[in-house]
């Protein structure tokens, strides 16, 4: 419950202050991936010259992109938000055509409805671009943490309350 509570609230800082959440996910993807090129760097003197070519190869191409988001996380951001559009827009399809291959089953209609609704969102942030950048990624991540963390208080919620039947029902057997 308390895990979710903190999630939650993360999601509600980032959905107020969207921009400043979208710069911050820009930096930490550009740290990890130059954490990924030092990984690579490693793995590169674990074995022979082909494998020290391609993974030196690899920690350049990792150290590359790291640097670049975490000297400019405002462009990355702007690379971010066009990845999150693409995403959008690949996933919006995807549900549609399984949406309309599931029409025999049953709830087809809803995978369709989100479909849709991917397309949508994808289609708003791209009219919007590259005004949407400083919002977008922050405010979505948000809005996911959010739902994230709601989810796993009901989640916990629900848990609580299934143990404390448990233990009602076994007391009674016991009387």
């Known amino acids: 419950m308390g ?10 800082l980032a ?6 959440a979208g710069v911050s996910l820009s930096i930490l993807l550009g ?4 954490v990924g090129a030092l990984v690579h760097v490693a793995h ?10 391609i993974q030196g190869l690899l920690a350049v191409v990792y150290a590359i992109a790291g640097i670049a988001l975490l000297s400019n996380p405002v462009i990355g951001l702007t690379t971010l938000t066009i990845l999150l559009v693409a995403f959008l827009l690949a996933e919006g399809i995807l549900e549609i055509v399984m949406g309309f291959q599931a029409r025999s089953e049953k709830g087809w209609a809803a995978l369709v409805v989100s479909g849709v ?6 289609g708003l942030i791209w009219a919007g671009f590259p005004t949407s ?10 809005v996911n943490l959010l739902v994230s963390g709601v989810s796993m208080m009901f989640m916990a919620q629900g848990s609580r309350t299934e143990a404390r039947e448990t233990a009602r029902s076994d007391t009674a057997r016991g009387a």
């Open 3 to 12: 895990a979710g509570a903190i999630i939650a609230v993360v999601g509600v």
């Open 15 to 20: 959905i107020l202050s969207p921009f400043v």
């Open 31 to 34: 740290a990890l991936l130059v």
């Open 44 to 53: 590169a003197f674990s074995g022979g010259w082909k494998r020290f070519f």
């Open 117 to 122: 609704l991917a397309l949508a969102v994808a």
């Open 133 to 142: 950048a400083l919002w977008a990624v922050g405010l979505l991540f948000g």
